[in-house]
């Protein structure tokens, strides 16, 4: 294998390989990226078994062939090098030559035989009658992504929770488009959002997406406003934009029943400004600890203290304005929740808390976003 290409297009591709590439695997391959040239251009893959990506880039192809070596050190190395055409040689014997300009290096490599498949298996791609796909714009999945990830659980022994459900919403007949939602929780709170799509959504299975595999999706989706094609194949879920085809295996296991946590009874209707709550909230969770992030909301009718207390730190109050038309009730939730959920909401933002009562959980949307809702769970604070 022998080619060359530019070090801004390795680099770029180098990049997205990082976050797939397993660091701490008994297998060494795993921390590999594996290098295929073609017809006129360069593939770059990585996997940890459950996450793959391969990304292609423009090259200029001497010999074709394979090679892997050390995914991280390979990154760390075209990073610092000068803006100059970059070769990439095997030399066989287990080593592969990088060279730019007077720059030469030797890295070790393994047999790329070994190298585990990436994607669904040849087997998967030839039965397309299960091949279900759904498009929609990069930006619309990379907001789905962001506002519900932030709320999936991180324990990863209890693997439903740890990703993020996705369905087909209920859609009319004979409709040319759709929506898909998108649900996580990590037993404390519960973030959904909906959004339409360009290709109807109706044969698409309801499943899990692990964590990692959507940490590396939205990492993909950051730039650009084209449409992506987001499949499922059998177990394995893949994403395609432009270049680069991203694909994780599907979360084993069922999702529990999301409706039943959504309150329907809304005794008590608070709004307020997101700037207001948001600025509130980081400023006293100062005075909390990891393992006591509680806020007490004192809500009455024209105003709303937020308060702390941590006996080993201190205290604070900060009072914001809202629309409140009904009785003073207390109530206490995990201050971290609410933050983490106002800091992926759209800024200037009018927000809206139901209440049934002071120990029921709350609901939270959001003015400008009404396929959003957030439930959180209250907590005793004494």
Not at 54 to 66: F, S
Not at 187 to 208: D, K, M, Y
Request: negative net charge; hydrophobic residues 35%; aromatic residues 4%.
């Amino acid at each position: 294998m022998e080619s060359t290409l530019e070090k801004e297009d390795l680099l770029r591709c180098l990049y997205l390989v990082q976050g797939v590439v397993e660091k701490r695997s008994t297998l060494p391959i795993l921390s590999h990226v594996l290098i295929e040239s073609g017809e006129g251009e360069l593939s770059l893959g990585a996997t940890d078994l459950e996450v793959g990506l391969r990304q292609r880039c423009k090259a200029t192809v001497k010999k074709n062939g394979a090679v892997t070596t050390d995914a991280r050190k390979l990154y760390e190395i075209i990073r610092e090098l000068p803006p100059n055409l970059v070769s990439l040689r095997s030399t066989g014997n287990g080593w592969v030559e990088v060279s730019s300009g007077r720059s030469r290096f030797r890295m070790a490599s393994l047999d790329p035989k070994e190298f585990p498949a990436i994607g669904p298996s040849s087997s998967t791609r030839d039965d397309e009658e299960k091949k279900v796909a759904v498009s929609l714009p990069s930006q619309t999945l990379r907001e789905m992504i962001e506002k519900t990830l932030f709320a999936a659980s991180p324990d990863e022994s209890r693997p439903n929770l740890s990703g993020v459900y996705i369905e087909p919403c209920n859609a009319n007949k004979g409709q040319k488009t759709g929506k898909i939602r998108m649900v996580s929780s990590d037993g404390h709170r519960l973030a959904l959002i909906e959004r339409e799509t360009v290709s109807p959504p109706s044969s698409w299975p309801s499943t899990i997406l692990p964590r990692k595999g959507l940490v590396e999706a939205r990492k993909l989706l950051e730039k650009g406003e084209e449409n992506v094609e987001f499949t499922i194949h059998g177990s394995i879920a893949t994403l395609v934009k432009e270049t680069t085809e991203l694909s994780m295996r599907l979360v084993e296991g069922e999702f529990p029943d999301y409706q039943q946590v959504i309150p329907r009874e809304k005794n008590h209707e608070i709004s307020f400004s997101r700037e207001d709550l948001l600025g509130a909230l980081r400023r006293l969770l100062v005075l909390t600890t990891e393992r006591s992030r509680g806020v007490k909301l004192q809500i009455e009718k024209e105003k709303m203290e937020v308060s702390v207390n941590t006996p080993d730190l201190g205290e604070g109050v900060e009072e914001i304005a809202i629309d409140h038309g009904g009785d003073t009730l207390i109530i206490g939730f995990n201050g971290r929740y609410l933050t983490e959920m106002l800091t992926v909401i759209g800024e200037e933002q009018k927000m809206t808390l139901y209440l049934k009562d002071e120990a029921s959980p709350g609901l939270i949307t959001a003015e400008k976003d009404s396929d959003f809702s957030y439930v959180v769970m209250p907590m005793r604070i004494f």
